[in-house]
């Protein structure tokens, strides 16, 4: 199965925790207003691209968890459920996944739910230029959610993602000399 590619970037900080294996496709018809990658809206502009040569560039890093973005991954979700299967049942990767589709979209379509049960953490929604907010963690503007997935499926209600980027460290000891 061919997936439509525009690129893959090793080490990205900015798509999620820690150091990430970044999967960026072409196609994309939600057209938020000033979003930063206009050129992906159009899935012909990416390269046909074999799952499985995907799956062995991000397998190839031990490091790096992986984050599918685009573009939006959830036009090919047939493709990205496959590149995910292989990632789940040969790796301990952790998957984030941005989408234009708010969850309650993506809840009414089995086709993008496929894809969906897939991932860890989901960043939903589109971009809103008037909700942009710089300060922001991995994401755009403040109706788009970090969403734990899993937890969100075995509970039945949407799960925001627990994440602490700022670890307090102990007070330092006291030394006498
Ligand atoms: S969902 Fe993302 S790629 Fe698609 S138009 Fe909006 S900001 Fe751009």
Redesign the pocket.
């Known amino acids: 199965m061919k997936l439509m590619l525009m690129d893959i970037m090793d080490y990205t900080t900015s798509d999620g925790p820690g150091f990430r294996t970044s999967v960026y496709c072409s196609g994309?018809n939600?057209?938020?207003k000033n979003?930063?990658?206009?050129q992906?809206?159009n899935i012909l502009n990416g390269k046909p691209t074999e799952v499985k040569e995907i799956f062995e560039h991000i397998a190839a890093n031990d490091l790096a968890n992986v984050t599918f973005s685009?573009?939006?991954p959830f036009y090919q979700p047939k493709a990205f459920s496959e590149l995910a299967r292989m990632i789940k049942f040969n790796t301990d990767k952790d998957i984030w996944c941005?989408?234009?589709f708010t969850i309650e979209e993506i809840f009414k379509d089995e086709n993008l739910m496929e894809l969906f049960r897939w991932v860890d953490v989901l960043v939903d929604g589109?971009?809103e230029e008037d909700k942009k907010d710089p300060d922001l963690l991995f994401r755009?503007s403040s109706n788009q959610r970090l969403i734990d997935v899993k937890k969100t499926l075995k509970t039945g209600k949407i799960v925001l993602y627990d994440y602490e980027p700022f670890v307090e460290l102990p007070e330092e000891e006291e030394v006498f000399i």
């Open positions: 994309c939600h057209a938020c979003c930063q990658n206009p992906t809206w685009g573009g939006d941005y989408t234009g589109r971009f755009g």
